[in-house]
């Protein structure tokens, strides 16, 4: 019999707050965390406006912060959102073994270093030929080791296990905006089957620099909405024009349930269901039928033995383009059925902007917070219903309503398609 794996930690930093209440309590008040981009001159850019972590500092979240300062962005808000989700836990205080702790995370790249690229191309061109002898003479005279280091997505896997002594396994995946969700399947799975007792898990992403805003722009696929940043991210709404892009990181401990019990943690919920599937159709597109959106969110509730009239709430992938809100309604006609308008469905990312790869952890504990109170998160700027999203989308303001399971999914770019299904400890 595979073993029942418990949340007995959160934590997250992110454009609305640094730490999981206040977070929660922004997303209850249907606040946004959009304005205008500081952290690079966008000024020049179709879209100026981002939702960013605003005064937040990594020194009191470890040790030696003047060396943290120095580590990639990404880096650093996993090492504060570990840091609460572990003490929220006590894990270190139960007497576990290192081996049996791991840390499974969804993390994307880090600081991308384009002045150096640039300087060591010039450097090297003649006329219109590359000099390699030169460019690579400059590159040892311009890199700097740790900050090339840095750009690499497994970097906050290790850092999260060293500030924890976490010797069990140690894995990062970056499936795009699923990155973070998959982490906690995966995560749970390695608990189901007995290879860890405990494992730290979730996602940390940052693309707030001129190489990401440049990529989504070229797909069309952030809003323009520069005059309005609040009401820029509009799931669901006939007048959506692109995502918002956010950053910050969220992660969870995932416990195994016995163990959890035993020491007398505080559990804020079980993961019950696990769904995975890919869309094998384009890179650039999701299937328009949402055929792997529907795969995934039924193998969700098969994994977790309920039937869809069990679950109470959907966090949607909610991105607020085009295509993927219409095709998300789609899939959760289909999973639904003839109560697909009875389900509340809502995106929380319309308040703080899609944080690729760290956005399906932050709103898997969204859902957890939604089934410890019993209120279900807005979609805000939800104004222009849209013949081809019909569906109950919390509009504009949060609603107290039961919620014992909640459906979390998480949608990546290229076809990957996680759900994650949440419920009260029974």
Same mark, same amino acid.
């Given at each position: ?182 982490? /906690? ?108 959106? /529907? ?132």
């Amino acid at each position: 019999m595979r073993k029942r794996v418990v949340v007995t930690g959160v934590g997250c930093i992110n454009p609305l707050g640094h730490d999981v209440e206040t977070v929660w309590k922004a997303l209850k008040e249907g606040r946004s965390g959009v304005g205008y981009t500081t952290i690079f001159d966008a000024s020049r850019f179709p879209t100026r406006i981002s939702a960013e972590v605003r005064d937040w500092d990594v020194g009191p979240s470890v040790d030696a912060p003047d060396l943290w300062r120095q580590r990639g962005r990404h880096s650093r808000f996993a090492a504060g959102a570990a840091r609460q989700a572990v003490d929220a836990s006590g894990i270190l205080d139960s007497g576990i073994a290192p081996i049996d702790l791991g840390v499974y995370l969804g993390c994307g790249e880090g600081n991308q270093d384009f002045t150096s690229f640039t300087r060591m191309m010039t450097a090297a061109m003649e006329g219109d030929q590359l000099d390699l002898a030169r460019f690579t003479q400059a590159g040892l005279q311009i890199l700097e080791p740790m900050t090339e280091l840095e750009q690499e997505p497994n970097m906050p896997a290790g850092y999260v296990a060293s500030m924890f002594n976490a010797q069990g396994p140690n894995l990062n995946c970056l499936t795009a905006c699923a990155a973070s969700s998959q982490a /906690i399947g995966e995560a749970t799975e390695i608990i189901r089957r007995g290879d860890a007792i405990a494992m730290i898990s979730g996602g940390a992403h940052s693309m707030i620099h001129p190489f990401g805003v440049t990529g989504f722009s070229l797909l069309t696929a952030l809003s323009t909405r520069n005059d309005e940043p609040t009401r820029a991210s509009r799931p669901f709404d006939r007048m959506r024009d692109g995502f918002v892009l956010g950053e910050g990181a969220a992660m969870v401990v995932l416990e195994e349930l016995e163990h959890a019990k035993r020491r007398g943690a505080h559990i804020y919920g079980e993961v019950v269901g696990y769904g995975t599937t890919a869309d094998a159709y384009r890179i650039t597109d999701i299937h328009p039928q949402g055929r792997g959106a /529907i795969a995934c969110m039924q193998m969700a509730i098969r994994d977790a033995a309920l039937n869809p009239a069990d679950i109470h709430y959907v966090n949607a992938h909610g991105t607020s383009t085009s295509v993927n809100d219409r095709v998300e309604t789609v899939a959760c006609r289909a999973v639904f059925g003839e109560d697909a308008m009875k389900v509340p469905v809502s995106s929380t990312k319309s308040m703080m902007g899609h944080l690729i790869a760290a956005a399906g952890v932050t709103e898997m504990i969204v859902c957890l917070m939604a089934i410890r109170d019993n209120v279900l998160p807005p979609t805000i700027n939800y104004e222009f219903p849209d013949p081809e999203c019909d569906l109950d989308y919390v509009p504009n303001q949060a609603r107290e309503a039961r919620c014992d399971y909640a459906l979390n999914n998480s949608f990546g770019f290229g076809g990957q398609n996680i759900s994650l299904v949440v419920g009260r400890l029974r």
